[in-house]
């Protein structure tokens, strides 16, 4: 939700005079769905919320830019809370607190003055400073949630929505705030023998723009390998989501400063400029990155677009002590771009 925006959903009561009269008696802003595989952006200081409508449990990776420049705070990350009581559900994970108290925003104004600001009596204002309520910050809805919402079909039905449109910037209120990077046919890159990469930067969604970040999702299947790359302007935070493999991290000096399995749940965090590589393992290897530029650049050691693609062979058989037939072979090994499908010998990855 933004401040200002209009309220364009409206759920219709109808009333005592029947059928033909109608009144509104709800308005609210639009109202999005999720499902699996979309990047959602979210404005700094936008209040939020999320309502599971599945029958599964909704899992969302986040990543909190604090050194960006709309935080004018220090670098603590900090979630302030419209409603709930989010003490409660940290007792609950972590146990007792000791330090200060911490509720929603409305806990630290009196209660005769919410009562006043809002028009109502002293008893609705104390649940809104929800003091005695035991649930955290995630609830469950008894009844269900009824609110107004477009079907799932309609927003997922096709991408030709957004389109150029007619020239004129997107305003706050109208942006696209939503990507989804799961569907096979949207990928960048595809292998049908090794898997598919999908990117979304400040091109395909423009509100990116203003958080400097960036996202993209990997898949590979069992035993393929993503070519060694950098990202010349960005870092890059992988969250695996599923299946495991080997990730190799080089510094600047040639120094391997991680080489390891990882598996589900994991974060391997690379530095701006330093090459790694992904080999997936007998389950597979899926992952999530997030960024630290609108428009990462990835830079690839080998495959058809690669550094050493681009250089002459005499240059790498000089360079590589190497005769002119290894350069080239060397050169010309792979004619994948960015996704190679691994040999059974050099696809195996020990796991303890």
């Known amino acids: 939700m933004v401040s200002g925006c209009p309220e364009t959903y409206e759920s219709p009561q109808q009333s005592e005079e029947g059928i033909q009269g109608q009144r509104f008696t709800d308005r609210h802003q639009k109202i999005g769905n999720l499902r699996e595989g979309d990047v959602l952006a979210i404005p700094a200081g936008a209040p939020h919320w999320a309502y599971n409508t599945g029958d599964q449990e909704l899992v969302v990776v986040i990543l909190q830019d604090n050194a960006n420049n709309a935080n004018q705070l220090d670098r603590n990350p900090r979630s302030f809370f419209l409603a709930g009581n989010p003490q409660r559900g940290q007792e609950q994970q972590h146990g007792p607190q000791t330090q200060h108290e911490s509720g929603n925003v409305f806990r630290g104004i009196g209660a005769e ?55 004129l910037e997107e305003t706050i209120c109208t942006a696209k705030l939503r990507e989804n990077l799961d569907q096979a046919s949207r990928a960048d890159v595809y292998n049908p023998r090794a898997g598919r990469f999908s ?110 693609r681009g250089l002459p062979v005499d240059v790498i058989s000089n360079a590589y002590q190497m005769s002119r037939e290894e350069a080239q072979r060397l050169k010309m090994s792979r004619q994948e771009t960015l996704l190679f499908s691994g040999s059974s010998r050099r696809g195996r990855v020990a796991y303890a």
């Open 113 to 167: 003055t919410l009562a006043e600001v809002f028009q109502t009596d002293i008893e609705t204002a104390k649940k809104l400073q929800s003091e005695n309520d035991g649930r955290g910050a995630i609830v469950i809805v008894q009844k269900g949630l009824q609110v107004i919402q477009p079907p799932l079909r309609e927003e997922h039905g096709g991408r030709q929505e957004h389109g150029r449109g007619n020239g």
């Open 199 to 308: 990117t979304v930067n400040s091109f395909t969604l423009p509100i990116l723009r203003f958080f400097q970040l960036s996202a993209a999702r990997g898949v590979l299947y069992k035993n393929a390998i993503m070519s060694p790359h950098w990202y010349g302007n960005a870092h890059s935070i992988n969250y695996i989501t599923r299946g495991n493999g080997r990730i190799q991290v080089v510094n600047h000096n040639g120094h391997a400063v991680f080489d390891d399995n990882v598996q589900e749940g994991q974060v391997v965090v690379v530095p701006q400029n330093f090459a790694v590589v992904k080999q997936a393992g007998e389950q597979g290897l899926e992952w999530v990155e997030f960024n630290t530029n609108d428009n990462a650049m990835i830079n690839t050691l080998s495959g058809q677009t690669s550094a050493l």
